[in-house]
Structures are given as C-alpha cells and as structure tokens.
C-alpha cells in the first residue's frame, strides 16, 4: 500500500482533522516559535536547548498546517505535524522532516528517559535548523496565506 502524499489523503485516513484558524493564533504561535528561539540561544543547559528548539520547530510545523486547514489528530500528534512539513512545503523538504523525526525521538528520551541525551553539537545544529525553518515559513504565510500574518511581515 502506497503511503499517503498529500493533506487531503492524511485526513482521509483520520490523521487529520480540518481546522480554521485566524491571524491570532498564527501570531500567537509564532511568539511561541520566536520565544523558544530566543530561550534556547540563551540557556547553558543542553538539554533544555534542545528541548526548547524542538518546541519551536513544531509550533512552526503547526502554523504550516493550521494554515493549510488542518491540525493533527490525537494518535501520533507530534509526528504527524512534524511529518506534514514535506507535505506542505514541498519534496525538498523530505529529508526535513526525517531530520525533525530523529529530533523527536531525541527529545522524548530527554524528557522523559535521561539527563545528557543531546549534545552540543545537534542542539546548535536543531537551533540553527529552526531559525531557518523560521524563514521558510514566513516566507510561505506570504506567498500562500498572507492573510494570515496579519498586515506584518516577520
């Protein structure tokens, strides 16, 4: 069985659920996004910025499918809105979406299983990732949704 490749299917399947959304909630998500970057620049520990970062990386991927009138359902909620990226902005961004599932799973076992589970390393890389991802959406409100910012561009 072919996997399925565009919103419409994903809803089809129940993965989805439609979702109207409004300048508000754009706004208010991507304070979240530019809070959480500016947070996890800023923290000494590790961990937390890796935390933090993926925290805005999936506030950006929500905004991308708040916009495009969906959310993801309750089962695999994070992975789904996660896995949508490609979906959205196009097969480019496939290898995207791989990188911010393995952060997932990163940030899962720091939260929930061990101290020190990232490094350095993948917490500068996830930051630096998510500032351009960033870009990326903002970019695609204005071309597809500029509506939705709000009469202001970020």
């Not at 998500?29 to 990386?57: E, M, Q």
Request: aromatic fraction near 8%; charged fraction near 30%; glycine fraction near 6%.
């Amino acid at each position: 069985m072919e996997a399925p490749t565009s919103l419409k299917q994903w809803r089809e399947n129940g993965w989805l659920v439609p979702h109207q959304t409004s300048v508000r909630q754009i706004a208010d998500l991507l304070k979240i996004a530019d809070r959480d970057l500016a947070l996890a620049s800023r923290t000494d520990d590790v961990d937390w910025c890796f935390g933090i970062a993926y925290n805005a990386a999936l506030k950006l991927c929500t905004i991308l499918l708040y916009a495009s009138g969906y959310r993801a359902g309750r089962d695999l909620n994070h992975y789904r809105t996660l896995m949508s990226l490609a979906l959205i902005l196009g097969d480019d961004r496939k290898a995207d979406t791989s990188y911010l599932d393995r952060c997932r799973m990163k940030r899962n076992e720091l939260e929930y299983e061990r101290v020190g589970a990232a490094t350095q390393s993948e917490a500068k890389e996830l930051l630096e990732f998510v500032a351009e991802l960033k870009l990326g959406v903002t970019r695609w409100l204005g071309e597809h949704r500029p509506d939705l910012l709000g009469g202001t561009s970020r």
